[in-house]
């Protein structure tokens, strides 16, 4: 019940910021912000770049708020959808993953998570595995290498030998029985 309540206020607060209410991008922002930049910084592995990136999925909320159609999908598929082709579009800008030197390790920040949220996590990642397994191999792989590698549904498409039509078909389907079985 409390996730449709999100999904009932994520949506409503999406109508607002199609009316021009600053107040309602604040509170998408609030809402979102976290989940987006996760899904960013793991297409891009680079904080910096993710940061410019979330603030660009933002600037494009506030312009494309009113043609979300929540009988399309949910509002936060719909955000992270946004934030995944923003993250796609600039890695293809900046080039693929760059290294660093080992030195700059010192600098980068400790952002391990407390022992409950690694515990949601595991709980959470377990479900979604149990819910992967049910999928046929060939999906499953493709939705992987989608959404856990960050590839476009081009690359993907050439990965599996099949037209780009196919594979966004084979991924939507996969995402809809994903959907089903977490219960959403």
């Not at 976290?34 to 770049?49: A, C, H, M, T, Y």
């Not at 949220?117 to 493709?142: F, I, K, N, Y």
């Not at 476009?152 to 037209?163: L, N, R």
């Amino acid at each position: 019940m409390d996730a449709d309540i999100s999904r009932q206020t994520l949506t409503l607060n999406l109508r607002r910021v199609a009316g021009g209410d600053r107040s309602a991008l604040q509170d998408v922002y609030d809402a979102t912000s976290s989940k987006l930049f996760g899904v960013v910084l793991r297409i891009l592995n680079d904080r910096s770049e993710a940061e410019d990136v979330l603030q660009e999925v933002y600037i494009s909320v506030w312009s494309k708020a009113g043609t979300f159609d929540e009988n399309r999908a949910s509002p936060i598929t719909w955000l992270a959808t946004m934030a995944r082709n923003r993250a796609i579009d600039r890695q293809r800008q900046v080039g693929r993953r760059t290294t660093r030197p080992i030195d700059d390790a010192n600098e980068v920040p400790d952002d391990a998570e407390d022992g409950l949220g690694a515990v949601l996590r595991s709980e959470q990642t377990s479900r979604l595995d149990v819910c992967m397994d049910q999928l046929e191999d060939s999906q499953a792989r493709a939705i992987r290498t989608a959404f856990f590698e960050g590839r476009t549904y081009e690359d993907v498409a050439k990965v599996f030998g099949v037209p780009t039509g196919t594979m966004k078909s084979w991924i939507r389907r996969s995402l809809m029985k994903l959907k089903a079985c977490l219960g959403g």
